[in-house]
């Protein structure tokens, strides 16, 4: 049972090129979710995916696309890459996307754009 | 809308001694209330959560913390720091009329010196 699993651990990219960060979950947990962590801001949400087929804009959207290809996976794709996506990435799954269920996270993606 | 705060970024203490973080939330209805820990280069992983069945929460590693409404706080303290303590500590907050979107504090990176 391998939890969260996140591809690739570390990405350096240039101004406009296009990436996509791969997360999957083993868990069979129904929701999942994109957080970006900066210094001193804590994690923001992305995008997440309360269900299989159904993805919603989180606080900070823009400039990212998501898929949730299935249950187990939920991909996030920068289309024209900014330095101001220099961030640490991470998913999360959970179980429901309601009440308490704990959210349990990958290991990370490092990226930066230059 | 829901909010968190943390006070102070950086918590320096001597092995032995009380670790205290600070975390104090804003939410018009009642919220759900979790601390989580980040290790260098690695995700977050769940330290304990406030469910409304207690007030004073047990987590793992010998830290617990309290939700006190009447301050809007849930701080996070160990009675003895160990060296192995030191990591990053973000707290948050989920409600259900923000979506059950969980919401982070900016994080209290917490040194241990021997």
């Known amino acids: 049972n391998a939890g969260v699993t996140q591809t690739p651990k570390f990405q350096v990219l240039k101004t406009g090129q296009s990436m996509t960060l791969q997360c999957a979950q083993d868990?069979?947990?129904?929701?999942m979710y994109w957080y970006r962590q900066d210094p001193g801001m804590g994690l923001r949400l992305i995008y997440y995916?309360?269900?299989?087929?159904?993805?919603d804009k989180g606080e900070v959207p823009n400039g990212y696309n998501v898929s949730r290809l299935n249950k187990r996976e939920f991909s996030l794709r920068l289309e024209s890459a900014a330095p101001s996506q220099t961030s640490v990435y991470f998913c999360?799954?959970?179980?429901?996307?309601?009440?308490?269920?704990?959210?349990?996270f990958g290991p990370g993606t490092r990226l930066t754009v230059l | 809308a829901q909010s968190v705060t943390q006070l102070g970024s950086h918590v320096s203490v001597s092995e032995g001694a009380l670790v205290l973080l600070r975390c104090n939330y804003s939410s018009s209805v009642p919220p759900y209330l979790f601390w989580y820990v980040q290790y260098p280069n690695q995700g977050l992983q769940l330290l304990l959560k406030?469910?409304?069945?207690?007030?004073l929460v047990k987590g793992i590693n010998g830290f617990e913390a309290e939700f006190k409404k009447s301050e809007t706080s849930f701080h996070l303290t160990k009675p003895s720091a160990h060296m192995s303590d030191a990591a990053e500590y973000f707290c948050?907050?989920?409600?259900?009329?923000?979506?059950?979107?969980?919401?982070f504090g900016g994080g209290t990176r917490l040194m241990v010196k021997p």
């Open positions: 995916s309360a269900s299989e087929g159904t993805t």
């Open positions: 948050a907050v989920i409600t259900s009329n923000a979506g059950n979107m969980l919401t």
């Open positions: 868990m069979n947990h129904n929701s």
């Open positions: 406030y469910t409304s069945a207690a007030t």
């Open positions: 999360a799954s959970r179980r429901r996307g309601v009440g308490t269920d704990t959210q349990y």
